[in-house]
């Protein structure tokens, strides 16, 4: 690849996906929310945000940019720092009712992040 910019992006990116993949389909499996999901979620969001911060950058170096994937890119950014913050305060509380249905919050945040992972390959 020509563009280590590019490459590195792309590779943070996809471990950002890894992360909250696993962290999200194994919580919604064993039906609770569990302190290593939330670990998950965590280094799902921080590296969506150094790829995220690094694919700002190449864009004002392009001038390229794209509003759909720009705004659910934010949006889905957005809810998975407001998810993991969720998750932080639903583990500290350790009500066990909570921890049984926070997984239906997650899969929601899972599917519009989903939205710009999948539509960044294509907008090129």
Same mark, same amino acid.
């Given at each position: 690849?020509?563009?280590?910019l590019l490459f590195s992006?792309? *590779?943070i990116i996809s471990l950002a996906m890894i992360f909250y993949t696993v962290g999200v389909w194994s919580? +919604?499996?064993v039906k609770q929310l569990r302190p +290593?999901? %939330? %670990?998950?979620f965590s280094s799902g969001v921080v590296t969506d945000t =150094?790829? *995220?911060g690094i694919m700002m950058y190449m864009g004002q170096m392009t001038n390229f940019h794209d509003t759909f994937h720009l705004v659910t890119g934010w949006l889905?950014? =957005?809810l998975m720092i407001i998810h993991a913050a969720w998750a932080i305060r639903t583990i500290r509380r350790g009500?066990?009712?909570?921890?049984? %249905?926070f997984n239906r919050f997650s899969i929601f945040v899972w599917c519009v992040w989903?939205?710009?992972y999948c539509t960044g390959g294509m907008i090129r």
């Open positions: 690849m020509e563009n280590p992006s792309l *590779t919580e +919604w499996y +290593w999901h %939330v %670990v998950c =150094i790829g *995220t889905a950014l =957005i009500r066990e009712h909570e921890l049984q %249905v989903m939205i710009p």
